[in-house]
């Protein structure tokens, strides 16, 4: 009995609860969708995995750089593509761009005028629009689908065709993309050509040595260009996440002795010695590729995606993207990386392991996609809720001014306690509680016999009376009264009880 009496007195507890809740929501949402946002100071950077806004890509590039981000699954931004994805080998997510070196360190440099004086870009093929949910970073850079073209009034784009946000550091962000994979930037200025044959110092001999095997002081860039990426095929250099460490002449290390490295170890050097041939180059960062989740339909892109390529400037064609990476390992840029893979092994793989076969036969994968689809749509729709986000709500329903906003709060919070108000009154008026329809006959009885109920008199009180009265009926009204009284006040009153009330009531 004791057990089914706390099962009871649970249900109603939480039917208590569950109606408490559903009388707040429609206030709730009222409040959270239209009230003014006020952003709250950036206290700290919060992550999901840390609380710590991630670091990611960094303003400098050098040996090792990226390939300590390889082993890293945590987020970096999430996409929705409104359509078909680009293939694989399109997904390149523009980052920082390094122009300047002093042998062992690469560094951003940009000059915001030259803006002004660069050749209008030019587009070609089909257009991806997209939605680029970025994850909270300690930079204001977003990583968009290279090239960008069209993007709203908080994203600004500098010379070096990188976006960068005006929003706050330290939290998630969404932005609406439009990209062409196919452009032409066109001439560069001045300013940019010599910047972009920067050398730290003269080249050694073994540089000279090689770039003049290759025919790059006499060739077509173009014909350079594919001398190098054959070189690298036919000499037996290997890509590895783990490479030998070039503190000293990195490149030439790399070049000539370890010819073991990862993405940054053939960009930098790919650039380099196209400095070294009179063709300005420079290294980008940024990401390539992404993992496609099915359950939410968009791409998550993360640590491990991070990359390095290299952009060659060619008469008439302007900045073009080339990967050296694909020229030992295309199935990096051609397949998803296989992040697991690469946190076992140190090397990257496009083939499913032992543990990836587990995850796809019970369905863990999946799961997981889930999961990150619940997690997506949580931020997309309520972490990141903010001023724009509600700019675009009050532009769909057709609310452009302070008093119409203004209105439809008044008016939506009064329709909304209007109908709480209704619900309640309703509620109200429930059916009679059987136990009072009888106790009231009860009285009646008594009043028959000239005991009467006195207004605001208990049950025990007048039960007490009415015996001094009548004491012949006394064992009849204690059984009543006790009965009533287990009725009304007993947590759980029984069925049995009040038939017997009936009962006793009928004989008096």
């Not at 073209?149 to 784009?157: G, I, L, N, Q, T």
């Not at 010695?273 to 590729?289: C, E, F, N, T």
């Not at 989740?293 to 900045?319: C, T, Y």
């Not at 939506?412 to 009679?432: C, D, G, N, S, Y």
Request: net charge positive; proline share 5%; charged share 20%.
């Amino acid at each position: 009995m004791a057990i089914n009496s706390t099962q009871q007195y649970n249900k109603v507890a939480l039917r208590t609860a569950t109606t408490i809740a559903l009388q707040a929501l429609p206030l709730t949402l009222i409040i959270f969708a239209l009230f003014p946002r006020i952003q709250a100071p950036a206290w700290g950077l919060i992550h999901h995995d840390n609380n710590q806004a991630q670091s990611g890509l960094s303003e400098t590039l050098e040996s090792g750089s990226i390939n300590r981000l390889a082993l890293s699954p945590q987020l970096a931004f999430r996409v929705k593509f409104d359509g078909e994805l680009p293939p694989q080998n399109q997904l390149y997510w523009r980052g920082p761009v390094f122009s300047y070196t002093d042998g062992k360190v690469w560094r951003v440099k940009q000059y915001d005028y030259v803006v002004f004086y660069q050749d209008k870009l030019k587009f070609s093929g089909k257009a991806y629009r997209y939605t680029l949910l970025l994850e909270p970073q300690d930079h204001n850079w977003i990583y968009a689908l290279d090239m960008p073209v069209r993007f709203d009034a908080s994203v600004h784009r500098n010379s070096n065709y990188q976006l960068t946000s005006r929003a706050g550091l330290g939290k998630a962000a969404e932005f609406s993309l439009v990209s062409y994979p196919q452009y032409n930037t066109g001439y560069i200025t001045k300013t940019e050509f010599h910047e972009n044959l920067q050398l730290p110092g003269s080249p050694s001999r073994r540089i000279d040595a090689l770039v003049k095997h290759l025919h790059g002081f006499e060739d077509k860039p173009e014909l350079f260009i594919q001398q190098l990426l054959d070189y690298f095929r036919q000499q037996h250099f290997s890509y590895s996440l783990q490479p030998p460490l070039m503190e000293n002449n990195p490149i030439e290390s790399f070049l000539f002795e370890a010819k073991r490295g990862f993405c940054n170890h053939y960009a930098t050097a790919f650039v380099y010695l196209m400095r070294v041939a009179g063709i300005p180059a420079r290294v980008v960062s940024g990401y390539q590729g992404g993992e496609f989740n099915a359950v939410g339909q968009f791409l998550e892109i993360r640590q491990a995606n991070a990359h390095a390529w290299a952009e060659v400037w060619l008469q008439g064609k302007g900045w073009i993207r080339v990967d050296p990476t694909t020229a030992i390992a295309p199935e990096r840029v051609e397949q998803e990386v296989n992040i697991k893979r690469q946190i076992e092994t140190g090397m990257v793989s496009s083939t499913p392991t032992g543990i990836d076969q587990w995850d796809n036969l019970f369905g863990l994968k999946r799961t997981e996609q889930l999961w990150n689809s619940v997690d997506y749509h949580w931020q997309r729709w309520i972490v990141s809720y903010g001023n724009d986000n509600q700019s675009l709500l009050f532009s769909t329903i057709g609310i452009g001014s302070l008093v119409e906003v203004v209105f439809w709060i008044v008016a939506t919070i009064a329709l909304a306690v209007l109908l709480l108000a209704a619900w309640l009154l309703r509620a109200q008026h429930k059916p009679e509680d059987p136990a009072v329809i009888l106790y009231r006959q009860f009285c009646q009885k008594m009043a028959k016999a000239g005991v009467f109920i006195r207004l605001g008199e208990g049950a025990n009180d007048f039960a007490g009376r009415a015996k001094i009265q009548k004491p012949e009926t006394g064992d009849f009204i204690d059984e009543i009264t006790g009965i009533f009284v287990r009725l009304r006040y007993q947590r759980f009153p029984s069925e049995r009880d009040l038939k017997l009330f009936k009962k006793c009531i009928k004989n008096l």
